[in-house]
């Protein structure tokens, strides 16, 4: 997952759809860019995924913000974490991009929104790796057409596989790909869970276990 975020926004960000176009019809065009440190990359998410996301974003040198429900005890230099019920709203702000990597629970469900996406920066860009559910369809549209936002990255959608007849099928301005940014490989699982039945075994706090009450 975190490959495939930092994929699309190196991607986006150096216009390699944009240069393709033009090879094709054998334009020598370079493109101006915004360099990285001044590029600003909100996550969603500070769990797993999303922290795998911070850690390749950063070696590529982008101004990260951290969207999470308590600051970290260990917090990565350099790297600005907002937490707090505004916590999404703060990192999003301004941002150049946005890749969503929240569990979905009642209180992330619809997060990306219109308010969110008024907060972003103009001409911003969408990375959406977390559950369809988060994604108000009409909202994305919407600041679609009103140039607050450039286009999105969709890999999850309400309902999978995205039907044939779906209206973002034919958007130009969405890049959509087949809920595969992240494979559960058999090895991985199967090591996980030979690690839960060792620590069910021996007594000791679940290393993957999931807090009900929070719904992840």
């Not at 986006?12 to 860019?33: C, H, I, N, Y």
């Not at 969110?116 to 988060?134: K, N, T, V």
Request: charged residues 20%.
């Amino acid at each position: 997952m975190a490959g495939y975020a930092a994929h699309e926004v190196l991607h986006v960000s150096r216009g390699f759809s944009e240069l393709a176009g033009a090879a094709t019809k054998a334009r020598w065009a370079p493109l101006p860019m915004r360099p990285p440190q001044d590029t600003i990359v909100a996550v969603l998410g500070n769990g797993t995924m999303g922290a795998a996301v911070v850690g390749a974003l950063g070696m590529l040198g982008f101004s990260l913000r951290v969207a999470c429900r308590t600051a970290p005890a260990e917090p990565i230099d350099g790297v600005r974490y907002c937490s707090g019920p505004d916590g999404v709203i703060e990192a999003a702000t301004g941002a150049h991009f946005v890749i969503n990597a929240l569990p979905l629970t009642p209180a992330t469900e619809n997060v990306l929104n219109e308010r969110l996406f008024a907060a972003m920066a103009e001409a911003s860009w969408l990375i959406q790796i977390g559950r369809g559910e988060h994604l108000v369809e009409a909202d994305l549209v919407r600041a679609l057409d009103a140039g607050q936002l450039a286009g999105a990255t969709l890999d999850v959608f309400r309902e999978e596989p995205l039907p044939e007849n779906h209206p973002f099928w034919q958007d130009s301005r969405l890049r959509i790909t087949p809920h595969i940014a992240s494979d559960s490989m058999p090895e991985v699982v199967g090591e996980q869970i030979l690690t839960t039945v060792r620590e069910l075994r021996d007594g000791i706090p679940l290393s993957l276990g999931v807090e009900r009450a929070r719904g992840y």
